[in-house]
């Protein structure tokens, strides 16, 4: 009999790539979905609307990571061979907006899983999505391993440390198969439109398809490494498959600023930038034209800023067996392309995603 998976944050960019590795590997797979106003289902529509999927293969629950009369419920229903907890209030940004709900989502939300399966002593292994965020502030230490010193500069950071760090303390503590994933930024055409690369490639498709002016950024000078999602969630999967609980960080080993992701995006649509000015005064323009295209706009500053991230995947490349696939190139490409193709109703996502049509 095949396995079954349990999904918490099954609607998102990760949650949608998982369901679709599991179920190819003949996984049920059963989501935690929240109650929306609206349809927040759009990643996995074509999963739910799969007839080749009978529907005993995947269900969605409605749920809540706040809620653990809910989460026990589901467990005792469920019964899940794997647990894959990522849901989350996952907006670095937005987290200085709302850091008491994220602290209780993205924190707690670990530790009312993990209490539900020690409590109802199943056998479950457990996946918690862990982050480069962890390492936010030590700029030194990049490229980041799994013993380099923790460091959150934002309260979604600080929130992953007590899930990093209850997932470690429960599998001491109770003997579970729990373990983290540090993963570094990874992206693709289904991530969210507020994180900055697909805040970029939408603005670029939407100047290519002439419905917005310019784009406008915070700090262009942090890095990253940005990877694809596709592959991590590979990772995830594989992480779970090994003989003993353990952290592995998965990257790519490259770091580039947000300025090259915009300059990369931009050749796509053969435009090439130039930049005049600094800091806040700084701007891209069409070299060709002179025409504005890109400038900062300070309200997407944050309080505090992780200024380099760059991850060693050494470990997870030797024992897992884990390398990327796509390179940075092909992302950008990859998410250009996808935007413009679906750019004929292009909208301006303003500060933290409040939505603008334009035209
Ligand atoms: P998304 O923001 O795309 O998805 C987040 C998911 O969490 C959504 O399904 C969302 O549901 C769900 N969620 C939010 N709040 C709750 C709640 N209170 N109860 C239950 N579910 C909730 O994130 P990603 O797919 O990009 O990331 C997946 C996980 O991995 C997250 O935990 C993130 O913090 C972590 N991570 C992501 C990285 C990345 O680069 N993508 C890197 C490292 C870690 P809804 O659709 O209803 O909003
Ligand atoms: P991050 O991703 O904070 O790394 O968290 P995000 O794409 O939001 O920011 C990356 C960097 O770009 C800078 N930036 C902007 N960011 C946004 N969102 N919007 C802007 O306009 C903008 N301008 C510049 C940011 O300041 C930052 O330095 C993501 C999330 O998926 C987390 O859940 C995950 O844990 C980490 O990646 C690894």
Redesign the pocket.
């Given at each position: 009999m095949g396995k079954i998976a349990l999904i918490t944050g099954v609607t998102g960019q990760d949650g949608s790539y998982l369901s679709e590795l599991l179920l190819d590997k003949g996984y049920e797979v059963h989501g935690i979905i929240r109650r929306h106003s609206s349809i927040s289902t759009e990643r996995i529509e074509h999963l739910c609307n799969n007839r080749q999927i009978k529907n005993d293969k995947f269900k969605l629950h409605y749920g809540d990571l706040s809620d653990s009369s809910n989460i026990n419920n589901l467990l005792c229903k469920i019964k899940p061979d794997e647990i894959y907890n990522l849901g989350?209030q996952?907006?670095?940004?937005v987290s200085f907006e709302v850091p008491e709900y994220t602290a209780d989502v993205t924190g707690i939300g670990t530790l009312r899983l993990l209490e539900a399966i020690h409590m109802l002593k199943a056998d479950t292994k457990f996946y918690q999505a862990s982050?480069?965020?962890l390492f936010g502030g030590l700029p030194k230490t990049a490229p980041q391993n799994e013993n380099t010193m923790f460091y959150p500069k934002s309260p979604?950071g600080v929130a992953?440390l007590y899930s990093y760090w209850i997932t470690v303390n429960y599998r001491e503590s109770y003997d579970l198969f729990a373990s983290n994933g540090i993963?570094?930024?990874h992206e693709s055409p289904r991530r969210g439109e507020?994180?900055?690369?697909r805040?970029i490639t939408r603005a670029v498709a939407g100047i290519a398809n002439g419905s917005l002016d310019k784009l406008?950024?915070?700090?262009?000078n942090?890095k990253?490494d940005w990877g694809y999602a596709g592959d991590y969630v590979e990772g995830m999967w594989r992480i779970l498959q090994q003989d003993k609980p353990s952290d592995y960080v998965l990257a790519t080993g490259e770091t580039h600023t947000?300025r090259e992701f915009v300059e990369l995006a931009f050749a796509e649509i053969s435009i090439e930038l130039e930049w005049q000015g600094q800091g806040v005064d700084e701007k891209g323009y069409d070299k060709k034209t002179g025409k504005l295209l890109v400038d900062v706009d300070p309200a997407?500053f944050?309080p505090a800023?992780?200024e380099i991230l760059c991850g060693d995947p050494s470990r997870a490349q030797k024992e897992l067996g884990w390398t990327r696939g796509v390179s940075f190139r092909d992302l950008v490409t990859m998410m250009v392309k996808s935007d413009i193709e679906k750019s004929g109703k292009v909208e301006y996502v303003s500060n933290y995603g409040f939505i603008e049509k334009i035209g």
């Open positions: 989350a996952s907006h670095v940004g982050t480069s965020e979604y992953k993963l570094f930024n507020t994180f900055v690369t805040k406008s950024l915070g700090n262009m942090a990253r947000v997407f944050r800023e992780v």
